[in-house]
């Protein structure tokens, strides 16, 4: 069961993640995220064959410290989609098929 320094942890690196703070990285594995924290903590973001996702804390001996699930605090499922989509630059590939993105029109622009 999550605790409520568990649920403070999953936000902040939520708002980091989004922030741009903290880079996500993908791994060998299918549908599994890492990224380290004061170089010497692991965090691993994975979604299971159940389809939920897992936040997990690893200490330098990478010892299991703690894992919170999207079951226990939605948040982490929001965590996962957003980390999947930078690690794999999910927007990239949309702009590349896309085409450039569009450009503003100023006022400038307009010749009347």
């Known amino acids: 069961m999550a605790t409520e ?6 936000q902040f690196i939520l708002d980091s993640t989004k922030n741009g703070k903290i880079q996500w ?4 594995l299918d549908y599994e995220f890492t990224t380290t924290f004061k170089g010497k903590y692991k965090a691993m973001l ?9 936040l997990s804390l690893y200490n330098e ?3 299991y410290l703690l894992s919170v699930s999207d079951s ?11 980390v999947r989509r930078k690690a ?18 100023s006022d400038d622009d307009i010749p009347f």
């Open 5 to 10: 320094k568990d649920i403070a942890l999953v």
């Open 72 to 82: 226990e605090f939605y948040p982490v499922a929001d965590l996962y989609e957003m």
């Open 88 to 105: 794999l630059n999910v927007d990239s590939v949309i702009d590349e098929i896309l085409g450039s993105p569009p450009t503003k029109i």
């Open 25 to 28: 990285e993908s791994t060998a």
């Open 46 to 54: 994975e979604r299971g064959p159940s389809n939920h996702c897992h």
């Open 61 to 63: 001996a990478d010892e």
